[in-house]
């Protein structure tokens, strides 16, 4: 059975990437700020993995 939380980190995930590639268009600060959300998610996963 798949864990809820890794499921919606995914949802997270890819909207976060998918509005990284739309603020290539916008302003630098969206752009950073996407990157930074996806760096957050990707270390809760980490922690979510070293926790199982």
Known sequence: ???P???IL???TASTRQS???SR???MVDN???TSAESV???YLKSVK???
């Open 20 to 22: 990284a590639s739309l």
């Open 5 to 7: 939380s890794i499921e």
């Open 32 to 34: 950073n700020f996407a």
């Open 10 to 12: 995914h949802r997270i």
């Open 41 to 43: 998610s990707a270390m």
């Open 1 to 3: 059975m798949k864990d």
């Open 50 to 52: 070293d926790a199982i």
């Open 25 to 27: 268009w916008g302003s």
